[in-house]
């Protein structure tokens, strides 16, 4: 272990004596999903000891996100929960490989820091009916062989075996938007001074932080690079007929369209090319045909990696969503007597555009572009219309209402046993209700289901009187984090789940019930600490986490 994390440790060890009476002060580690990465560290700065966010890269950056106004004055808890913003994809390999050096370097600071270990990951990349076999079995996923009898470079033990059955569960709703930057022009006189032409969107649709609309015949030719010109007849037909040229513009109005996506293993990009296969699936020539969509871009459609010079048609590629919303944006200024002109565009995380992104401290002034669904609506990227894509979707063996209680007879939305059917994947590909945005996901937690004493009491609320409140517990029930005002998420533009979800997950595995028609304790799925096989719930245990080694 580094010298670094030893010396965090002891600050939380100090701040658990300060508490007075408290279990000693403990840490978890995770990194995965770069969308969700600056409220997944609100969050946890609220519960327990403040971190720094830090993203993958070489060397590695920090990501400047405010503190949430809302947190409460005092330490939640002496506890520590770590994360690095690498991507969904490495988050993934992280926690089947449960090798932190998956994740390299977390800290700019001089010298080679890793976290010591690995709890958990976030990822809009949704695990599969394959994915778990892997995990359970042994395979190869995000280039991770695991294998029974691991010998080289990249392999390792089947971890079901070691940490228990794989827990995968949503924690938020999120919207992806396709962004841009509402400049498109600079033009700087021979004294330096600069004048700044702006896209002028139709003012029946203009909104203060974009509303460009887009069809889902256009923006498909956009990002298959059929459509090159924001002049092109098709963007000015979607937008009333009116011109995106701004009238003090003296110029024809010429702005290439330069593609930016991510370069590595992305959630973000998991659901975009997701969206593009089920919506663009009649054009010709369409790239995006994997109908679970893949994690990165197909190859005939990526260029140069930023900042390489741009290729019509093409996606010049940054890493993680921070890469993409930095590089969409623009800031370069023109030498004196010169023009510059940009016309990028991105998809990412809507909490990485305004008006979230200045909200929450991010160094980013994007504008989001209104997208046509399925019904023939156009619909902005925010919280509300994400959680009406979510619609009527349902827990498994959930029946109707809010309660999320376990009905083992309501199969058609899947069974609690698979972590794969605890995810939303065909009816969120090109969602139908009218107010619906078309580009949506979960965010999913992905972790494991058996962990050592000390790190099960993190995760979850140990059923010990008087214990700390388990991460996980805080993130479903305290009221900062998705239903007071403001809260965490919808400050961020993203979206709580609905209350039979919530109630779902925290009576299969944070509080599994015991009494009543249909328990969920016997399921054996709630998160547990090895030795005992204790839950969050007095009296009930998860035998099956008794003998594992734990995470």
């Known amino acids: 272990m580094s010298i670094k994390l030893h010396a965090m440790m002891g600050v939380s060890a100090l701040a658990a004596a300060a508490l007075g009476g408290v279990a000693q002060a403990q840490s978890i580690y995770g990194g995965g999903s770069s969308l969700v990465a600056p409220y997944q560290r609100q969050v946890a700065d609220c519960y327990g000891v403040d971190r720094p966010l830090y993203s993958r890269g070489t060397p590695p950056t920090t990501i400047p996100v405010s503190a949430f106004p809302g947190c409460p004055t005092a330490l939640s808890t002496s506890n520590t929960v770590d994360y690095l913003s690498t991507g969904s994809g490495t988050g993934i390999a992280a926690v089947y490989s449960h090798d932190p050096l998956r994740y390299g370097d977390v800290d700019p600071a001089a010298g080679t820091q890793n976290f010591p270990s690995v709890q958990y990951g976030l990822s809009e990349t949704a695990l ?238 994007l504008f989001t572009a209104d997208l046509q669904n399925a019904a023939g609506a156009y619909r902005a990227p925010t919280g509300a219309n994400a959680t009406t894509a979510f619609g009527a979707n349902r827990p498994p063996e959930t029946a109707t209402g809010t309660s999320g209680a376990y009905d083992p007879a309501q199969t058609a939305w899947g069974v609690r046993t698979n972590p794969a059917d605890w995810t939303r994947v065909g009816n969120l590909a090109n969602p139908t209700p009218a107010t619906a945005y078309p580009i949506v996901a979960t965010v999913n937690w992905i972790g494991y289901s058996c962990y050592t004493p000390a790190n099960a009491d993190v995760v979850r609320t140990s059923s010990a009187a008087g214990s700390a409140t388990g991460y996980l517990n805080y993130w479903f029930d305290d009221a900062i984090v998705d239903t007071s005002s403001p809260n965490i998420l919808t400050r961020a533009g993203l979206a709580p789940l609905p209350a039979a979800w919530q109630n779902a997950i925290k009576n299969t595995f944070l509080t599994p019930t015991t009494t009543g028609t249909n328990p969920t304790a016997p399921l054996n799925l709630a998160i547990a600490a090895t030795g005992t096989g204790l839950t969050g719930t007095a009296g009930a245990t998860n035998p099956s986490c008794v003998a594992k080694t734990g995470a």
């Open 128 to 365: 599969s009916n394959a994915d778990v076999t892997t995990y359970n079995s042994g395979g190869v996923i995000q280039g991770v062989t695991l294998t029974a009898t691991p010998s080289g470079a990249n392999q390792y033990a089947i971890p079901e075996p070691l940490y228990g059955a794989l827990v995968q569960i949503p924690v938020a709703v999120a919207p992806v938007a396709l962004t841009y930057d509402p400049v498109y022009k600079k033009v700087a006189d021979a004294a330096g001074a600069v004048t700044a032409y702006r896209f002028a969107v139709n003012a029946a649709f203009a909104r203060s932080n974009g509303g460009l609309r887009l069809s889902q015949a256009t923006y498909c030719k956009i990002l298959n690079g059929q459509i090159t010109d924001w002049n092109d007849p098709a963007i000015t037909a979607d937008n009333g007929g009116t011109s995106l040229k701004d009238p003090a513009d003296p110029a024809a109005f010429s702005v290439p369209i330069e593609l930016i996506g991510r370069s590595e293993s992305s959630g973000t990009t998991q659901v975009t090319t997701r969206h593009l296969a089920a919506a663009c699936a009649s054009l010709a020539g369409n790239a995006f045909t994997a109908t679970a969509g893949t994690s990165t871009l197909p190859a005939t459609q990526i260029g140069n990696v930023a900042p390489g010079a741009p290729i019509t048609g093409k996606f010049t590629v940054a890493n993680g969503s921070n890469g993409v919303a930095a590089y969409v944006g623009f800031t370069a200024a023109p030498a004196p007597s010169a023009t510059l002109t940009q016309g990028r565009l991105g998809y990412v995380g809507a909490d990485y555009a305004l008006p979230n992104s200045s909200t929450n401290g991010l160094p980013y002034a």
